[in-house]
């Protein structure tokens, strides 16, 4: 049976909005991201809390009331979409997708040793466009810039 999610705009940014959000971050960085150094989500935390509290959309997919996943856009541009472990191939992240799409989402940055985002965001229609060798911080974790494929007719 397919699970069922709520979308949820988030206006309201209260401290324990950002505690859940930070924490399902968290751990989904714990799953995925195990080329960071040690020390390296402790680094980053404070920067996603920021992040949760300052851009311009946060949006949650829901179930039972909790988030399952949740994203950040900045105009055409996605920030941050990250799913809760046991979310992870259950639709909370693709619905968001689509709602990102919808609001017209047409690039991310996506660490290059993170293979699971990728597959994720080429499903969604997008290809590889540039890459940097440095994330936002300048650590040494590549950035792979992915843009929406043009639809040829």
Same mark, same amino acid.
């Given at each position: 049976?397919?699970?069922?999610?709520?979308?949820?705009?988030?206006?309201?940014?209260?401290?324990?909005?950002? /505690?859940? &959000?930070?924490? @399902?971050?968290?751990?989904?960085?714990?799953?995925?991201? %195990?080329?960071? $150094?040690?020390?390296?989500? +402790?680094?980053?935390?404070?920067?996603?809390?920021?992040?949760?509290?300052?851009?311009?959309?946060?949006?949650?997919?829901?179930?039972?009331?909790?988030?399952?996943?949740?994203?950040?856009?900045?105009? /055409?541009? &996605?920030?941050? @979409?990250?799913?809760?472990?046991?979310?992870?191939?259950? %639709?909370?992240? $693709?619905?968001?997708?689509? +709602?990102?799409?919808?609001?017209?989402?047409?690039?991310?940055?996506?660490?290059?040793?993170?293979?699971?985002?990728?597959?994720?965001?080429?499903?969604?229609?997008?290809?590889?466009?540039?890459?940097?060798?440095?994330?936002?911080?300048?650590?040494?974790?590549?950035?792979?810039?992915?843009?929406?494929?043009?639809?040829?007719?």
């Amino acid at each position: 049976m397919p699970e069922e999610f709520t979308l949820h705009e988030e206006t309201e940014r209260s401290d324990a909005l950002v /505690a859940e &959000l930070t924490e @399902l971050w968290e751990r989904s960085v714990r799953a995925t991201h %195990g080329f960071l $150094a040690e020390g390296g989500v +402790e680094f980053y935390k404070p920067y996603v809390e920021e992040a949760i509290k300052c851009l311009p959309l946060v949006m949650t997919a829901r179930a039972d009331g909790k988030a399952a996943a949740f994203m950040g856009i900045t105009g /055409a541009h &996605l920030d941050a @979409l990250f799913a809760a472990p046991e979310y992870f191939g259950r %639709g909370a992240g $693709a619905l968001l997708m689509r +709602e990102a799409l919808a609001r017209g989402v047409r690039s991310v940055d996506v660490n290059e040793q993170n293979p699971r985002a990728r597959s994720f965001y080429e499903k969604h229609g997008f290809q590889t466009a540039g890459r940097r060798e440095t994330d936002d911080c300048g650590k040494p974790y590549p950035i792979l810039r992915m843009e929406l494929a043009e639809e040829k007719n």
